[in-house]
């Protein structure tokens, strides 16, 4: 059974950076698209990024595109979140989740998520 385990978050002030990472056990991620999400306070969860499969693609929606980026590191089975210029309005819950298909929709996996707190 695969499973997806994030970790990085913290505590950060306005203007810092974060790396997030996911990490995989039970399968290989650079078989999966992996869609990175997010959950604050009383809002509806949300799809900022899809790193598509190797040498396809990657996508960050308009809210963090410039500041956000996405890796991945095959070899250690994990995928990055570079999160730069961190505002108050990305404070959430972050999560990742594996899609086979490679389009970030029919999500295969998910991770528990990691708290992220961007704040003065």
């Known amino acids: 059974q695969g499973q997806l385990v994030e970790s990085g978050g913290g505590l950060v002030q306005p203007g810092g950076s974060l790396n997030l990472s996911c990490v995989a056990s039970?399968?290989?991620?650079?078989?999966?698209?992996i869609g990175w999400f997010r959950q604050a306070p009383g809002k509806e969860r949300e799809q900022i990024g899809c790193i598509g499969k190797p040498d396809t693609y990657t996508y960050f929606g308009a809210s963090v595109k410039g500041r956000f980026t996405g890796s991945r590191d095959n070899a250690k089975n994990v995928v990055y979140l570079q999160m730069n210029d961190l505002k108050p309005e990305d404070t959430a819950i972050y999560y990742c989740?594996?899609?086979?298909?490679?389009?970030?929709?029919?999500?295969?996996?998910w991770g528990q998520g990691t708290q992220v707190t961007v704040s003065s």
């Open positions: 039970g399968f290989a991620m650079e078989n999966f698209a």
């Open positions: 989740a594996a899609d086979a298909w490679g389009n970030c929709v029919g999500l295969d996996y």
